[in-house]
């Protein structure tokens, strides 16, 4: 999982890769990906082991309705990947400052009665969702409710905590799509059904205080008609302060529903703009028709209009080969002054979207609109299933008709070729996005799967200043690759779950602005006479993408210093050991299980890294790059460990992990993490088995060119191949790995 992590709220441990899903087109949810290992507290006063803060990957992140959220830090904001929405209802992200918020259409109407906004405040989920379930917080007059999905623990005085899974949330969100359904014919949205006496709040949240307004306080009237010209009830209005959010935007005040033709808001004298949401109901979902009034002024009572007709662009794609439309997302971002700003997303599920075009550019500060999309090879279409990632900008200052088309000039093709020693169903999930787009309304989902092992063909819009990550994955592990950018008609192969599968660092495949905004994390570096540790067990070899691995595993890990035991524990892939001296020579051992491998290749690793201490806490990493302290601030002053790297290559190697019998040859490239010290390679040697290490006997080892070598040996036809890897540079730093199993041999 990419390292972004060390921007959101300090929290223990480092999930794995978040569960996923075709369930938005499958209907079916896939479980959760293994939690997070722990740091153990040392066993000698010298040193001691502590959690490492916020983990490096993908948080999962369960909504109230039942819908699933895969969150990871883009350029210091929480951005949510949706992976599991039972209702396919819409979802808006709302990003307000350093505020960001995902809500599912149908619970924007009872935003302050009933529903409050923490439940879908993102980084508050993060920080205080435990063990899949969502704490929630009740108040009622009365007998304690019964509220469908929420188990009640402990009741008292009105007040009530209780908690949803990720099963009972469904019932919830079933319940709240009916009542939802029932009321927007009327616009009243409380006082009935599961909102009759009964709040609801994320447990551990603040409570709101009674809010006393700092400034002299206008009304304003929204007017708004519906798609027949007639006065609207039952749809929402959004108005947000757009010189600067701060001054209006809180999510208890900026949504209000039109009622009879009318939604009012008390604001500050300023400048703002509004959306009107105004919905349709479908079969299986809905069709929105989204009103944008890009600038207006509010100087006293105030009023303006929002006119459903006035949404005539419907959202439409074309691509170069036959795709089924998944999702879009549609965003807009408005600039206020002093570099604020405000985005708003609109995540369809393949239902209707319409956009009211623009042609006057705000007076005050800009706006821009953007659309990413993701479709698919049409069901049961013949040949290697394919996929588009596609990204759409419209030009500063407007919103333009929404008809989009995607040029093979504008595409990159992308080969991903998925590696797995037993068949399966795997899937993609992809985000990415523009400068504009990073850290303000990127969003993204996942799409439907494919067979493997097998090819999958990806065509992105290309260009060098749009950023992509990709995870390719199974049920209970997969891949995930680092961001990188890729150009207008360029043809690559990207091989996933390549084996044999071992411990790799991350890596920074962007350059310039883009890298700034997105800084990798070094593997192994000092600060503060901390030792931080971040690793990414059963990872793949594919080196031009940056692969870094994710799943359930379990292990140990032991620190030494001088020959001295520092600190031992369970194995977690993110943490730091506090050293009461610092050490000459590190010795770090990280023995590593997957407890329900996806097959029986590469299921344990035993890697040793020896290193001669780099005790330079004063050196600067490059911009690209960032270190954290101990109060998990980023910084760039930190040393860079000189750990060795391994990357295999198996001659002949299939897809199902097998590579022809006869003669084996394995091109292993030895290296550093970035940006450390990059000494040269002195030596290496390997060793072979096929009884599962029992019995070892020594490969021929040849140098090819710096840093890499060729492994060759004989081994009988129809075994699998447990490999012992060693080198070491000119520094004295060293490598010995172990992988059991690590790939296999045809008959």
């Known amino acids: 999982m990419h390292r972004q992590l060390l921007r959101l709220r300090p929290r223990s441990g480092r999930p794995a890769l978040a569960a996923a899903a075709a369930v938005l087109v499958c209907a079916a949810l896939l479980p959760a990906l293994g939690a997070s290992a722990f740091a153990q507290q040392a066993t000698t006063s010298s040193a001691s082991a502590v959690p490492a803060g916020p983990a490096a990957g993908p948080v999962s992140v369960l909504l109230i309705d039942g819908d699933r959220l895969s969150v990871r830090s883009v350029a210091g904001h929480p951005v949510s990947t949706v992976v599991a929405a039972p209702q396919r209802v819409p979802i808006w992200a709302l990003h307000l400052g350093a505020a960001s918020f995902d809500f599912p259409v149908d619970a924007v109407p009872y935003l302050g009665h009933g529903l409050d906004p923490s439940l879908f405040d993102v980084p508050l989920l993060q920080r205080l969702e435990s063990h899949g379930r969502l704490p929630v917080r009740l108040a009622f007059a009365g007998a304690v409710p ?53 709040s609801i709040a994320l447990a551990g949240a603040a409570v709101p205080q009674p809010a006393h307004p700092d400034f002299p306080m206008h009304t304003l ?15 929402v209005a959004l108005v947000i302060n757009a010189d600067n959010p701060a001054l209006f935007g809180d999510p208890n005040e900026v949504f209000n529903v039109f009622h009879r033709g009318s939604a009012k808001f008390s604001l500050p004298a300023g400048h703002y703009w509004a959306i009107g949401d105004f919905v349709e109901f479908l079969k299986r979902t809905v069709s929105q028709r989204e009103v944008v009034l890009p600038q207006f002024t509010v100087a006293g009572n105030s009023a303006i209009k929002l006119a459903a007709r006035s949404a005539s662009s419907k959202v439409t794609i074309r691509t170069p080969r036959p795709a089924t439309n998944g999702f879009d997302t549609w965003s807009v971002v408005r600039y206020g002054l002093h570099h604020t700003s405000a985005g708003f997303a609109d995540l369809t599920f393949g239902s209707p979207l319409y956009v009211s075009p623009t042609t006057k550019k705000p007076a005050d500060g800009s706006i821009q609109a953007s659309l990413t999309a993701q479709l698919g090879s049409p069901p049961h279409a013949k040949g290697v299933p394919y996929g588009y990632n596609l990204d759409f900008s419209g030009p500063m200052g407007v919103i333009p008709a929404q008809h989009w088309t995607a040029s093979p000039a504008s595409l990159a093709t992308v080969t991903d070729n998925f590696y797995l020693n037993a068949k399966s169903r795997a899937f993609w999930l992809t985000i990415g996005g523009n400068l504009s787009q990073i850290g303000s309304v990127l969003i993204g989902a996942s799409t439907t799967g494919f ?37 207008p008609g360029e043809h690559v192969t990207e091989n996933w779950n390549q084996y044999p599968l071992h411990p790799q660092p991350d890596v920074q495949l962007l350059s310039g602005k883009l890298a700034t905004l997105l800084p990798a994390i070094p593997s192994g570096f000092l600060a503060d006479n901390y030792l931080w540790l971040v690793g990414s067990p059963f990872s793949d070899n594919d080196t031009q993408f940056g692969h870094i691995g994710g799943g359930e595993f379990s292990g140990q890990y032991s620190l030494s210093g001088d020959g001295h035991r520092l600190a031992r524990g369970r194995y977690s892939s993110f943490f730091r050991v506090k050293l009461a001296k610092l050490p000459s020579v590190l010795t770090l051992t990280e023995q590593l299980r997957q407890p329900q491998p996806l097959s029986v290749l590469s299921p344990v690793t035993d890697t040793t890294w020896t290193m001669h201490t780099n005790p330079n806490q004063s050196a600067t990493v490059p911009r690209s790059w960032e270190c954290a302290n101990l109060n998990f601030e980023l910084i760039r002053h930190c040393a860079i460990q000189p750990m060795l790297t391994l990357n295999y290559q198996v001659s002949g190697l299939g897809l199902n ?4 019998a006869g003669q084996q040859s394995i091109n ?21 088995s096929w009884d599962n290490g029992l019995f070892w006997q020594p490969a021929t080892v040849t140098r090819t060119s710096a840093g890499n070598y060729r492994v060759s040996f004989d081994p009988p036809a129809g075994v699998n191949v447990s490999l012992k890897f060693t080198a070491t540079d000119t520094a004295a730093n060293s490598i010995s790995e172990t992988i059991t199993d690590a790939y296999a041999v045809g008959s």
């Open 146 to 198: 019964s509220v469908p999905g929420i188990t009640i623990t402990s009741s008292a005085n009105g007040s009530a905590t209780g908690y949803l899974t990720a099963g009972s949330a469904k019932a919830f969100g079933a319940a709240l799509d009916r009542q939802y359904r029932a009321e927007h014919a009327t616009g009243n949205y409380s006082g009935a059904g599961l909102f009759a006496g009964v």
């Open 451 to 487: 067979r493997v092992p097998g090819p999958f063909i990806q065509y992105l819009t290309a260009g060098r200043s749009i950023v992509w990550l990709t995870e390719l994955f199974t049920n209970s592990a997969g891949q995930l690759d680092s961001w990188h950018t890729v150009l």
């Open 657 to 660: 992990g097998v590579s022809p």
């Open 221 to 235: 009237t929204v007017k708004g008609t519906n798609a027949f010209g007639k006065a609207d009830t039952g749809d």
């Open 668 to 688: 292993v490239h030895v290296g550093h993490i970035e940006p450390g010290p990059q000494s040269a390679i002195k030596s290496a040697a390997a060793l072979v």
